[in-house]
């Protein structure tokens, strides 16, 4: 029995696991910077035009509406319910996303909710994913980077070693099939690949012919994980959710938290074929996703709000086209790197002009990035440390008011500093390495 203030036998350091021991803070967004009501946060690849939901004015929902089928257009949870726990099947919200997805561009076949597992955000399917068929200190996951850092963090709590094969960065971050099956070839503990498209940080949709020679492989036994967090911001038909009926290697993990606007609700889901997608009904907790959430998911998934969402999208589509044009008007503005298939754009910003032979520069990128941040409210997030990505800003898409200050910021502090001097803020001095890697840490 331990004293008073005694530790007795116990020491963290040779309880603890060691790989948990090992891990870094995790570090988001918000840990930086947080909504003050003043400043402009395009930095999360959030929805700038809100949740994709038919509300009022003042944010609330409008009273309820039945359609057609008798259905409710909003929300109908009974609070006084709450004390009992959420539905642990959700079949309902299921059906409805297979509805969404089932739109015969790649199969004939449909979607069942039996094709589902539906949890925290994408981020629970990622964990799930690895704790299906990962052995822990044994089994390997593929990436290619750069690529979103989820992956990562996950596979670390999961003592998941990770094997790299980079997007082609001298080619548009094209993936490369033929470099990852070698690898995959020379490699069996390797269980999953996972693919982000389109891509964070690069916005490229990856092309479903080099996703197809991955799940062709002839010998490898594992399944390649295909990341749509942004897949509604690419052409219509892009999305391969209803290609998990032909191909029972390959998962697809979306989310409500991106076009749908409904990042604070945190509800993701997994399209997979019906067995591996009982496995992850099987380990996941029972109630694992909340009523309210459940309830807001599903009405997002209504008629009306589909509307709401795809009218939404529209103006960020808009916007993101407009970025496009104005932003290279802007002295020290390089080039536009990846894709277009998403809310967000990744941008060079050079060391002098494009006439006097500019270069990306990270100290340049990192400087605007904090004048940005610190003296003008607005937040967008330093990549420059990504394979690839020298110099880079990736700027989320915002409203037609924020693209407005956004432009006429970035324009004053690149017209009015060398921002090369700008550095040391909130009074703490950091060499420029440790501003970039701290900067470059954040998982968003």
Known sequence: MLGEG????????????????????????????????????????????????DLQSDGSLIPAISNECGHLNYPNTDLRALNRYPDPHQAELKQKLCQLRNVHTHTAKDLTPENLFVGVGSDEAIDALLRCFC???????????????????????????????????????????????????????????????????????????????????????????????????????????????????????????KAFGLAGIRLGAAFASPQVAGLLNKLKAPYNVASPTSALATAALQRENLAVMRSNRQKILEQR????????????????????????????????????????????AMALYEALAETRGVVVRFRGKELGCEGCLRITVGTSKEVDRLLAEIRSVLQGHDTTDLKGFNGIEKSEDEREHEANEVVA
């Open 135 to 257: 052995t822990p200190a044994h089994d390997k996951i593929l990436t290619c980077p750069p690529t979103y850092g989820m992956y990562a963090v996950s596979a670390q709590v999961n003592d998941i070693a990770i094997v790299k094969v980079p997007l082609d960065v001298n080619n548009g971050f094209k993936l490369q099939p033929k470099a990852i099956n070698a690898t995959l070839s020379a490699d069996p503990t390797i269980k999953m690949v996972y693919i982000c498209s389109p891509g964070n940080p690069t916005g490229m949709l990856i092309s479903k012919v080099d996703i197809q020679k991955v799940l062709e492989h002839p010998t490898w036994n594992g399944v390649v994980v295909l990341d749509e967090a942004y897949i509604d911001f690419a052409p219509d038909g892009a999305s391969l959710a209803e290609w998990v009926t032909e191909w029972p290697n390959l998962v697809v993990m979306q989310t409500l938290s």
């Open 321 to 364: 086209q407009r970025m496009l044009v104005e932003l290279p008007k802007i002295p020290r503005i390089g080039r536009f790197l990846g894709g277009t298939d998403s809310n967000f754009l990744l941008v060079e910003i050079l060391d002098t002009t494009r006439d006097e032979g500019g270069r990306p520069s990270n100290e340049s």
């Open 6 to 53: 005694g530790e007795g036998a116990f020491c963290l350091e040779t309880c603890a696991r060691p790989n948990i021991l090992a891990l870094q803070p995790y570090r988001c967004a918000r840990d930086d910077y947080q909504d003050d009501g003043t400043n402009i946060l395009l930095d999360a690849n959030e929805n700038a035009y809100g949740p994709g939901l």
